[in-house]
């Protein structure tokens, strides 16, 4: 007879179903490709009940370690103890590429100011200069604040 899951490991598998919509094997992708070393065989024993004991396993540091670094929206009050809101502030975050995002915001300024400064061009030479550094300014202000 198998039991239902209790505690940390019965809050690890919520996790499962919000960030990978419940599959296992692409949240541990998500946990690996965040830097960690998590292997899909160890993460699985949390769900299965050990049949010497008949009962869960506890959930090893280094996955709740992952857990917290790879999700930084989670509570770790939440995780470790069941207290509060499983994301920090009851916010909905999502899980993105930060770098990613970072390199096309910036390939996309620079075709803007690219096409700001041609059409300036065309009016006055001495305009787009000056409209081009506010703008590089205004930019490079956003993406460092």
């Known amino acids: 007879m198998k039991t239902e899951l209790q505690g940390m490991n019965a809050r690890v598998h919520q996790l499962v179903d919000h960030y990978a919509k419940g599959n296992v094997s692409k949240f541990v ?14 993460f699985n024993r949390i769900f ?8 869960y396993p506890s959930v090893p540091t280094d996955i709740v370690k992952a857990i917290t670094e790879t999700f930084e929206a989670v509570s770790h009050a939440w995780l470790l103890k069941g207290d509060g ?30 096409a700001v400064a041609e059409l300036l061009a065309r009016s006055t030479g ?20």
């Open 29 to 42: 992708r998500l946990l690996n490709e965040a830097g960690h070393e998590v292997s899909q065989q160890k």
């Open 126 to 145: 001495q305009a787009v200069t000056v409209v081009q550094k506010q703008l590089e300014g205004l930019v490079n202000e956003r993406l460092n604040a």
């Open 48 to 55: 299965n009940l050990d049949p010497r004991s008949n009962k």
């Open 85 to 114: 809101a499983m994301l920090i502030d009851s916010t909905e975050y999502v899980q993105v590429n930060v770098g990613d995002e970072l390199r096309i915001i910036r390939e996309t300024n620079a075709v803007i100011l690219s």
